[in-house]
């Protein structure tokens, strides 16, 4: 069972340790071969595995004007990791403090005073410290130094192209859920609180659950979806509306969900989505008749579209 810890200075040690460096938001296919490799090589070393991260992006604290949409929830992240089965997951909180420090005083402060490293599996790409002023080079430098080894990990091929957090997100941007998914292992989940909307959709026959999603994570670009509602009291097929719906362009959700088969009052709840495929683009209709119409098709086709895909085996 992966035991999760809040790095507090001074406080925890894992002890010898080979670990898991990086911010792995998504867990995506990457990620999940890098703490793959150092679950073995602890295995083979005979030491505990961990994977270290942090509990926001870094980006949010040091340039946050500038912060890309997340793609995970720190519960999720948690979750996803210890799914892969290292012994401990190190959570940093990362503050303007631990921005501050140099490559040398992070490997100090943080990674050894938490283990005693045997070996440090990052990405070919990584990079830490004051200015992102440590590379995988200086990493091993410092490793040579204090008798650790440095594994990098080369980045997963998926389609074509390199499996990035990056790419993640403009797939997910650009509304190709799909091939998202085939880079994540799992599609792209969005949580949301259910808020009181218009109520047209009872009015239509079709009641949806409006979303109030935190602004930080990443939202697939407007239009419909077929996905995965999972609720409080079970998990149903849904078809969820991303954006302003042209038909009602003073609309102020952005997200609405269909649940197919739910019958229920959700207000205050917490929906889990998670998105398989992009059904269509948003568009106009011009009286509510036509507008039902279009949503019961919707729910068909997301019902049919997901009866035929296998539910993904995730946390």
Known sequence: MTVVIRHEPGVHDVGAAA????????????HQALITEAIAQARRRGVASCVLTFDRDPDQVVTPERAAP??????DKLDLIASLG??????????????????????DDVVLDACRPVVCVVGRDFRFGHGAEGS?????????RHGFDVVAYDLVVAEGEPVTSSR????????????????????????????????????LGTPTANLDVDARFALPAPGVYAA???????????????????????????????????????????????FVERLRDQRAFPDTGSLARAIGRDARRAAALLDAVAEPDTP
Do not use: K, W
């Open 86 to 107: 290292p012994d401990a997951i190190l959570v940093v909180p990362f503050d303007r403090a631990l921005a501050a420090l140099s490559p040398e005083a992070f490997l």
């Open 168 to 203: 993640v997100r403009t797939l997910v941007g650009g509304g190709d859920v799909a091939t998202a998914a085939l880079l994540l292992g799992r599609p792209h989940r969005l949580h949301g609180t259910v808020v009181r909307g218009r109520g047209l959709g009872r009015t």
């Open 19 to 30: 670990i898991a460096l990086g911010v792995f938001d998504g867990v995506h296919l990457g």
């Open 228 to 274: 995965r509602a999972t609720v409080p009291t079970g998990r149903f097929t849904a078809a969820v509306s991303v954006g302003v719906p042209p038909t009602f362009p003073d609309a102020t959700c952005e997200l609405e969900a269909m649940l197919v088969g739910f019958d229920g009052d959700l207000y205050g709840a917490e929906i889990m989505l998670e």
């Open 136 to 144: 995988v080079d200086s990493l091993a430098t410092l490793g040579g």
């Open 70 to 75: 997340q793609l995970t929830t720190l519960d």
